[in-house]
């Protein structure tokens, strides 16, 4: 197997590191923009330098986008594009529980504790963080990020760029429109539209996204 190269400094990248050391896997070294983190250690593991120095660790490293903002995390393997097609790993911790119908895409995080029934396809560079729970033939997309504890009912699709809030709770179902978020604790019985942020319980309108 291949080492990895883990983009992005933050902690939860520190977290994916010790989720790479569950699963086996040597992590070279990490890449993140900010200059004043390069030469020093995060999670036992150095920093390298900016994340356009990708191409360096190409010929022998295999990449995984530590970012827990989907926004962000999108807009870094945008960049990483312009300059080739870098080659994603995924991670899931040996106690996730899945079936063998649930289809997983590359960059994909999936952290201990989590749970997938059956029928289920992940798009790419979605992050499942700890204890999470995904029901049978959910349809989640692209770059969707999933916080602790949340749960996942059945039949429910999380459209590209969503974000779930930690503890999270989604009725059978429901659509989560692109680039729109659950607030953590939120109890979802409606579905949400496009970049729109709901929460509470019953989940009520909170906020418009605007960028
Ligand atoms: C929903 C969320 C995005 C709103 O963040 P924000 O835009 O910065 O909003 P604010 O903190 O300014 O709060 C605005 C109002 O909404 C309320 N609010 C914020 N989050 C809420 C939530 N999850 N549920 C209910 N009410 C919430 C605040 O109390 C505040 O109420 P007030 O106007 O009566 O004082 C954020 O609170 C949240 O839930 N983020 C997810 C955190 C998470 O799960 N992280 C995972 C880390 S692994």
């Known amino acids: 197997m291949k080492d990895i190269i883990v983009v992005g400094g933050g902690?939860?990248?520190?977290?994916?590191?010790?989720?790479?050391?569950?699963?086996?896997?040597?992590?070279?070294?990490?890449?993140?923009?900010?200059?004043?983190?390069?030469g020093l250690?995060?999670?036992?593991?150095?920093?390298?330098?900016?994340?356009?120095?990708?191409?360096?660790?190409?010929?022998?490293?295999e990449f995984i986008i530590a970012i827990g903002n989907p926004r962000v995390r999108k807009l870094v393997t945008d960049k990483m594009k312009l300059l080739g097609k870098p080659k994603y790993t995924s991670l899931i911790h040996p106690s996730v529980h899945l079936s063998n119908t649930v289809k997983i895409s590359e960059g994909a995080i999936i952290c201990a504790g989590a749970i997938l029934t059956t029928d289920i396809e992940l798009g790419e560079h979605c992050i499942l963080n700890l204890n999470v729970t995904v029901g049978?033939?959910?349809?989640?997309?692209?770059?969707?990020?999933?916080?602790?504890m949340a749960a996942i009912s059945g039949n429910v699709t999380l459209n590209t760029l969503v974000e779930v809030g930690t503890g999270a709770v989604i009725r059978q179902g429901l659509t989560l429109e692109t680039g729109s978020m659950l607030g953590m604790g939120g109890v979802l019985t409606k579905n949400i539209p496009e970049r729109f942020i709901f929460a509470g319980n019953p989940a009520k309108k909170l906020k418009e996204i605007v960028e």
């Open 11 to 38: 902690g939860f990248a520190k977290e994916v590191i010790w989720l790479a050391d569950d699963c086996n896997r040597k992590v070279r070294g990490v890449l993140d923009d900010n200059v004043a983190t390069h």
């Open 41 to 61: 250690e995060l999670q036992g593991t150095k920093v390298l330098g900016k994340i356009d120095s990708w191409k360096k660790y190409a010929s022998d490293c």
């Open 136 to 148: 049978h033939e959910c349809d989640i997309k692209d770059f969707v990020t999933i916080a602790p």
